[in-house]
């Protein structure tokens, strides 16, 4: 089971300023999921990326895949009270064969304050 | 949004106790999964199903028992319950594992106290 690190563990900051989370590990990806997951609901998907060095954008999310797809980071601009939540990263099994689920880091909790 | 029913929605139940947690898709999606999620340790797969009657393992399986008798409907037991069994349990549901763009869609959880 591929070891996912997600960073920061939990961020609290005011509405409109910017922020980064991570997620790390120490083997390549074949791919990456984000979810964010809000109190009392499952995870959502918000984007996959699947290329090194990819970039992809929703709304005011950024979210980029590292070359070497060991890592990724989700950037928010212009943070807002919705965007509380979890945010999970998750990936793929590992290798081939088998149905494994999803592997997920244990996230990070972000508060936005008016 | 994806159909997927998970009941009950809240159980508290005695240690000792049998437990069983369902899940319905409408989706008619082939592979299901069951998850645990705590403080501290995130989202743990306990068992998964790439189709009727075929389960396996995940990382978290002791204590846990699945079955699979049609499609839409996946199964999670807990034959004797223990407070560490205490969790919020998440079904999931995908079409497919290998694909790049496969998105796993979860139900809303169902959150299980054993005192």
């Known amino acids: 089971t591929q070891l996912l690190e997600q960073s920061p563990q939990f961020l609290s900051i005011q509405e409109g300023e910017n922020l980064t989370v991570y997620c790390n590990s120490s083997?390549?990806?074949?791919?990456l999921q984000w979810y964010r997951q809000e109190p009392g609901e499952g995870p959502v998907l918000l984007v996959t990326?699947?290329?090194?060095?990819e970039v992809k954008k929703l709304k005011r999310l950024t979210f980029q895949f590292g070359d070497a797809r060991k890592d990724s980071s989700l950037h928010i601009t212009a943070a807002q009270p919705g965007d509380t939540g979890l945010y999970l990263c998750?990936?793929?099994?590992?290798?081939?064969?088998?149905?494994?689920?999803?592997?997920f880091g244990k996230g990070t909790h972000l508060i936005i304050q008016p | 949004d994806a159909g997927i029913t998970q009941s009950p929605r809240h159980k508290v139940t005695e240690t000792g106790t049998p437990v069983t947690l369902r899940c319905h898709q409408t989706?008619?999606?082939?592979?299901m999964y069951w998850y645990r999620q705590d403080p501290g340790h995130g989202l743990r797969l306990i068992h998964y199903?790439?189709?009727?009657?075929?389960?396996d393992k995940g990382e978290v399986s002791d204590g846990y028992s699945v079955s699979r008798s049609k499609t839409e409907d996946f199964l999670l037991t807990l034959e004797s319950a223990t407070s560490s069994q205490t969790s919020v349990y998440f079904c999931?549901?995908?079409?497919?594992?290998?694909?790049?763009?496969?998105?796993?869609?979860f139900g809303q959880g169902t959150r299980l106290t054993v005192v």
């Open positions: 999931a549901i995908s079409e497919s594992v290998w694909a790049m763009n496969t998105e796993a869609f």
């Open positions: 083997s390549v990806f074949s791919s």
């Open positions: 990326v699947v290329t090194g060095g």
């Open positions: 998750a990936c793929p099994p590992y290798s081939g064969g088998g149905a494994d689920g999803l592997t």
């Open positions: 989706e008619n999606h082939r592979y």
């Open positions: 199903s790439y189709g009727v009657k075929d389960t």
